[in-house]
């Protein structure tokens, strides 16, 4: 397929993923604020501004509403939800031709519905919206799975998807890592990744930091898990070139996931927390590595070329 | 009951002399329209507004847009549609592929051995002379002798009820992803109008242009690669580049994803570098290829004439094509047509002026004020002086511009431009419509895709219609012949009958509740 094509359904994929994400991240972050009658306003935003990448020079404190304005409804960043949702909107534009009308037309009524529900929002909290976000989210990622040809195009946004989620889910643990009093505390994290059932019917230690760590990160058959996600892209980047070398793999995304993988499958759970920076660290510079080796390898950038008339200097 | 008069009381409104494509007189229909004035008389005029939101609510979903001065905006769609009759559609679409036939034999003769010079049909100076004239086209001949792959022929009815050309597209005609969307949205928001009538369908245009090009291609080729080449995303038509791509299954490319190496054309893909053998390219020639035409063209592919020159790749529609839209030339064609096909043209020209003539000149300078005044190589309605509307300035500053190039200038007779009952502000009243039928040429004939493009002036008494100009459309219904019984439903009944189903299988709801 089309270079240019692959990279906006990659993008697609990692922008649908990061809307969904955020709005999960911010929810159980300002549910944590109205719950804690202890918390701390200011902290609690910068750790969250901490956890999504975002600097914050000044000293001012920060508030719950400039928190919300930068990672929810700013579309001019293109880390916040608006912004993540307008840049799928915007590679889905370049991609027309292949993702179906129904997904087409989903994300279109998405984006002009947005200011809509971000006035609602301003007057009644923002629940709503986030919730709005993360059905869009599951309404985009039905009909990419039932509506498009499961072929080049769809891997490199089941691609674009499961590094995102990685990322995400990684830095949503390392808000625990960086400063366990302005976090949710681990259950509003299952709670935040849609994971409570799911983890209660794993195990019942439920107040085990370690048991909940051990699932987000290593389970193997829950959808939102690294391992669960880093299986998955290492099946997309096979599909999209099957390799027949008996050898190793010249593969430079492939060779960066199987060493995170190997490193996450043959861990002893119980040393998890202790390691716990560390391997977040080491997944969020492999989300980086595959990112680069993917777009080295097949997005092939061209730029544009000028021609100028003979001796026109 | 008072809604009925409401409505019907402003739909014959129409005091102008132009021909009125509803009524014949006031309060009387045309027979074709008998049942449609009927059907929309029952109802109340906001239920007409609410269905009117309807349609514009579909196509900002749909995000059926086009960019008008920078800014995407949905097109508006006119809740009235417009009829035509099977017996005035054969007369049209016959026309259309005559004119088509003529046009294609024109360009390959001008742009070969030049037959029609030699004979004095049109002075060789004007056809050199024109803008859209092309060098770079001589010997980049197509296959299958196709330059017109797609023709976007305007027609306007006047006064009196007669067809008549308004002017010719044949380089990259745009509007037919409207004529498709149109339809989809009316049919779900009307579908009870659909059933009173019998519509000939539109949705296997992209079908037809798939086969055209497929049969355009270099024939060594049994397994052409067809893709389709946009200026990109910024583009007006973007849209329809997109919906043609997506209907036809193929690849929408812009010029970065295109490279030229050994004149052959390669796109860049996921698995290296794949051949490219059909292009129906949307971008003008101007900017197609930084290597023959403007060198700063960021949006073309450099060195892609001298592929087709070599006749590996297919441009479609040809390079060079413009000369045909040029407007001094289409007062040749029905020439064309008589030279070229020994016939007479089946539908005529509005009446034009060529200013090159002195005594013309005088003459049509002389009342300026009552003609229409257009640039030779505009576009979309741009650098039009509609005589009866303008004010004194302007009449004179285009005198002057007449004077100083009359080459560049054409006067045409102002055509009162039928109008059609449209749902505006205030009701429903006459609008000036024109229509914009699409031709496809595959090599062996030319088909028209029944209906078309009605384009219509939204402002009271306005005659340019161009989308550009912030017109909307209305959709094109050409209706069957109704002689033709209809077979189906007994045949189906009969197939039914022979037809065992075996019966659903049973859930498991209700099981245990006893």
Redo the contacts between chains.
């Keep these: 397929?089309?270079?240019?094509?692959?990279e906006s359904l990659y993008w697609i994929g990692r922008y649908l993923e990061r809307s969904d994400d955020t709005a999960r991240i911010v929810d159980s972050y300002v549910h944590r604020m109205v719950e804690d009658p202890f918390n701390d306003e200011d902290a609690t935003c910068r750790s969250l501004y901490s956890i999504l990448g975002i600097d914050v020079d000044s000293d001012e404190p920060v508030t719950t509403e400039q928190m919300l304005q930068h990672i929810v409804y700013d579309a001019d960043n293109p880390n916040s939800i608006a912004g993540s949702l307008s840049g799928a909107f915007e590679n889905a534009?370049?991609s027309?031709?292949?993702i179906s009308?129904e997904m087409?037309?989903a994300l279109?009524?998405t984006r002009?519905r947005l200011p809509q529900m971000e006035n609602t929002a301003r007057r009644l909290g923002p629940s709503q919206y986030l919730l709005f976000v993360r059905e869009r989210a599951a309404l985009l990622a039905g009909l990419i799975d039932t509506t498009l040809s499961h072929d080049?195009g769809w891997h490199?946004l089941v691609l674009g998807r499961s590094i995102e989620r990685i990322d995400m889910t990684a830095r949503l643990l390392r808000g625990r890592v960086l400063s366990e009093e302005h976090a949710p505390d681990w259950l509003a994290f299952l709670r935040a990744c849609g994971a409570m059932e799911a983890f209660m019917r794993s195990t019942r230690e439920i107040h085990n930091a370690n048991g909940v760590a051990t699932f987000l990160l290593l389970d193997r058959l829950f959808p939102r898990s690294v391992l669960y996600s880093l299986n998955l892209a290492d099946t997309c980047l096979y599909e999209?070139?099957p390799s027949s070398q008996r050898i190793a793999t010249a593969d430079l995304a492939r060779q960066s996931l199987a060493r995170a993988r190997g490193r996450l499958e043959f861990m002893d759970p119980a040393d998890l927390l202790d390691q716990l920076p560390e391997l977040l660290e080491m997944l969020e510079e492999t989300c980086v590595r595959i990112n680069d080796a993917v777009t080295d390898r097949?997005?092939?950038h061209?730029d544009?070329?000028?021609?100028?008339?003979e001796g026109?200097l | 009951m008072a809604s009925v008069t409401q409505v019907s009381m402003v739909f014959d409104d129409d005091s102008s002399a132009a021909w009125n494509e509803m009524f014949s007189a006031p309060g009387s229909p045309r027979p074709i329209y008998e049942r449609l004035f009927a059907e929309l008389g029952r109802y109340q005029p906001a239920e007409l507004r609410q269905r009117s939101e309807q349609l514009s609510h579909t196509f900002s979903e749909r995000g059926v847009t086009f960019a008008h001065s920078g800014e995407e905006r949905p097109f508006p769609l006119d809740v009235v549609p417009r009829l035509i009759g099977a017996m005035e559609w054969d007369h049209l679409s016959r026309g259309i592929g005559q004119r088509v036939h003529a046009l294609e034999a024109f360009l390959a003769d001008i742009y070969g051995e030049g037959r029609i010079f030699a004979e004095g049909v049109i002075p060789r100076s004007v056809v050199t002379s024109s803008p859209y004239f092309c060098r770079p086209a001589f010997a980049v001949d197509p296959p299958n002798g196709v330059r017109i792959t797609v023709a976007g022929i305007d027609i306007v009815r006047d006064e009196i009820g007669n067809f008549r050309v308004l002017e010719d597209n044949v380089r990259i005609p745009s509007g037919v992803s409207y004529v498709i969307e149109n339809r989809r949205a009316m049919t779900q928001t009307f579908a009870s109008l659909f059933s009173d009538h019998r519509v000939h369908p539109v949705d296997s245009y992209p079908a037809h242009l798939f086969t055209a090009l497929r049969a355009a291609a270099p024939p060594n080729q049994s397994d052409p690669v067809i893709v389709v080449l946009s200026p990109g995303v910024h583009n007006a038509a973007y849209f329809e580049h997109v919906l043609l791509a997506r209907m036809m299954g193929v690849e929408l490319v812009e010029g970065r994803d295109l490279l030229c190496r050994s004149n052959h054309v390669y796109m860049r893909t996921t698995n290296g570098e794949r051949p490219v053998h059909v292009i129906y390219r949307r971008v003008d020639d101007d900017w197609l290829d930084p290597l023959q035409f403007l060198p700063d063209s960021t949006i073309g592919v450099a060195g892609l004439v001298n592929c087709a020159r070599s006749g590996n790749v297919v441009i479609s529609n040809g390079i060079g094509n413009g000369v045909a839209d040029d407007k001094l030339v289409y007062t040749y064609v029905p020439e064309f047509i008589r030279f070229y096909l020994s016939e007479e043209p089946l539908i005529e020209n509005v009446e034009t002026y060529r200013l090159e003539d002195d005594d013309v000149r005088h003459e049509v300078l002389g009342s300026l004020a009552s003609y229409v005044v257009k640039p030779v190589d505009s576009s979309g309605g741009k650098g039009i002086i509609i005589g009866p509307q303008a004010d004194e300035k302007t009449l004179a500053k285009t005198a002057e511009a007449v004077t100083e190039s009359p080459r560049n200038w054409i006067a045409q007779r102002t055509v009162s431009l039928s109008t059609h009952p449209t749902l505006v502000d205030d009701g429903v009243s006459p609008r000036h419509i024109d229509l914009r039928p699409f031709a496809v040429n595959d090599g062996e004939e030319v088909w028209v895709l029944p209906g078309g493009l009605t384009r219509v002036a939204l402002g009271e008494g306005e005659l340019v219609v161009n989308s550009s100009r912030g017109g909307g459309s209305k959709d094109t219904w050409v209706l069957t012949d109704e002689s033709i019984p209809l077979s189906e439903s007994r045949v189906i009944k009969q197939r039914l009958r022979n037809f065992n189903f075996s019966p659903r299988q049973d859930g498991n709801v209700g099981r245990g509740d006893q």
Aim: aromatic share 22%; hydrophobic share 45%; no cysteine.
């Design positions: 397929m089309l270079s240019r094509l692959a534009r370049r027309r031709e292949f009308s087409w037309v279109n009524s002009n080049d490199f999209i070139q097949f997005f092939g061209e544009y070329v000028v021609w100028s008339r026109g």
